[in-house]
C-alpha cells in the first residue's frame, strides 16, 4: 500500500520559514516523482514544485522560484519542501503526491498540469502566512 505521511505546516509571519515532510511508506519514493500542491482558501489545488525520479526534471512554480526547494532523504523515505520568505499569498494546505508507476512519463519528467495523474497524496498540511 502506497501511503504519504505529511507534517510541518503550521502559523509563520511573513518572511519566515517552514519546512514541510512528506514520508513514504508501502514504496520508495525515490523511484516516483514527487510533487507538492498548494491549495489557497477557495482556490484551485495548484503544483509548486516538482522532482523527477530520475532527477532530471525539476520544476518550480513561477511565484515559489528562489524560495522554495524540494528534495529528497533516500534514508528516511521522504520528500521535503523548504519554504524560505514566505508570503500571505503562500497560505494554504499543501499536499505531496506521486503518480503510479505505469503513468511512465511522469517519472522521467515534471508536468504538474494534470491533477488527476497524481494518484498518491498524502492528507495534506496547513500552512497559514500572517502577521
Known amino acids: 500500500q502506497m501511503q504519504f505521511t505529511e507534517s510541518g505546516g503550521g502559523l509563520v509571519q511573513p518572511g519566515g520559514s517552514l519546512r514541510l515532510s512528506c514520508e513514504a511508506s508501502?514504496?520508495?519514493?525515490?523511484?516516483?516523482?514527487v510533487g507538492w500542491f498548494h491549495q489557497a482558501p477557495g482556490k484551485d489545488r495548484e503544483g509548486v514544485a516538482c522532482?523527477?525520479?530520475?532527477?532530471?526534471?525539476?520544476y518550480y512554480l513561477d511565484s515559489v522560484k528562489g524560495r522554495f526547494t524540494i528534495s529528497k532523504d533516500n534514508a528516511k523515505n521522504t520528500a521535503y519542501l523548504q519554504m524560505n520568505d514566505l508570503k500571505p499569498e503562500d497560505t494554504g494546505v499543501y499536499y505531496c503526491?506521486?503518480?503510479?508507476?505505469?503513468?511512465?512519463?511522469?517519472?522521467?519528467?515534471?508536468?504538474?498540469?494534470?491533477?488527476?495523474?497524481?494518484?498518491?497524496w498524502g492528507q495534506g498540511t496547513q500552512v497559514n502566512v500572517s502577521a
Open positions: 522532482f523527477s525520479s530520475t532527477g532530471r526534471s525539476i
Open positions: 503526491a506521486a503518480p503510479p508507476a505505469w503513468v511512465t512519463h511522469l517519472q522521467a519528467t515534471c508536468y504538474m498540469g494534470r491533477l488527476d495523474q497524481f494518484d498518491y
Open positions: 508501502g514504496f520508495n519514493l525515490n523511484s516516483y516523482t
